[in-house]
């Protein structure tokens, strides 16, 4: 039987990627789902896109969009850097990509535009970047940008009361929709945490590995998950994205 195994945030960190697939050890039978904001942060963005081009080669895998992703291929297909986007770990990813050729950039385009805004499997479980707003679900969403951006799906999750039953008038729509709902984008260490978060029915699999956390990978079958070591770390002589 399939199980599958997503993955956090990467943020440029390959030291770390490669760190959690070796611990997981024989990937045989598994489904990678990747959350997305795979560049901007560590110094090997570019990197990060070759190994998950290849790792795909050898493993069934989905790749979703997260909100930095867009602003990389842009620049990668000629338009200005954005400067707040350099201020925020792009000015690594573009460092990364000094001495990628032309035709390695052509294939990293084509990678960032096939990734997914989100992914539904058979067994009601959504998997997301950030989140959606719509009652009816991100088919719904209003605005492309809200399923990399949005963290109010997060934060609704958080703040129901745990006692509170499926069945009330309250409870919110948007957490009805799917059995299971797996996230990144907004680190669960601004909560004190280091390993993955439930609340609700949604799972939050950033542990910080942009800045001073690590890389989680979690088997969302069984909930055994993987960490990297700390990304500061791995990457002593770097300062973590802001």
């Given at each position: 039987m399939e199980e599958t195994i997503v993955v956090g945030d990467i943020h440029g960190g390959l030291k770390a990627l490669k760190q959690v697939i070796e611990k997981i050890g024989d990937l045989t039978g598994y489904k990678f789902i990747f959350l997305g904001d795979y560049i901007d942060g560590w110094s090997e963005s570019a990197a990060v896109i070759t190994y998950?081009?290849?790792?795909?080669?050898?493993?069934?895998?989905?790749?979703?969009?997260?909100?930095?992703?867009?602003?990389?291929?842009?620049?990668?297909?000629?338009?200005?850097?954005?400067?707040?986007?350099?201020?925020?770990?792009?000015?690594?990813t573009c460092d990364s990509y000094?001495?990628?050729?032309?035709?390695?950039?052509?294939i990293h385009i084509e990678f960032f535009d096939s990734l997914k805004d989100f992914y539904e499997d058979?067994?009601?479980?959504?998997?997301?970047?950030?989140?959606?707003?719509?009652?009816?679900?991100?088919?719904?969403?209003?605005?492309?940008?809200?399923?990399?951006?949005?963290?109010?799906?997060?934060?609704?999750?958080?703040?129901?009361?745990?006692?509170?039953?499926?069945?009330?008038?309250?409870?919110?729509?948007?957490?009805?929709?799917?059995?299971?709902?797996?996230?990144?984008?907004?680190?669960?260490?601004?909560i004190g945490e280091t390993t993955p978060v439930k609340s609700c029915n949604v799972w939050n699999i950033d542990t910080g590995a942009a800045a001073k956390g690590r890389l989680t990978a979690m088997n969302i079958d069984t909930k055994v998950f993987w960490q990297s070591d700390k990304l500061k770390e791995l990457y002593p002589l770097e300062v973590e994205r802001n």
């Open positions: 998950l081009i290849e790792f795909s080669k050898k493993n069934k895998s989905v790749f979703l969009r997260g909100n930095h992703d867009p602003l990389a291929c842009d620049w990668l297909k000629g338009k200005p850097a954005d400067h707040i986007w350099l201020k925020h770990g792009g000015q690594a000094l001495l990628v050729n032309d035709a390695a950039r052509a058979d067994a009601e479980r959504l998997f997301i970047h950030a989140g959606f707003t719509s009652v009816k679900g991100p088919h719904h969403e209003g605005h492309q940008s809200t399923l990399i951006w949005d963290r109010s799906l997060w934060e609704l999750a958080l703040a129901v009361d745990p006692l509170m039953s499926k069945d009330s008038k309250r409870y919110p729509a948007r957490l009805l929709l799917y059995k299971e709902i797996f996230i990144g984008h907004t680190p669960i260490t601004h």
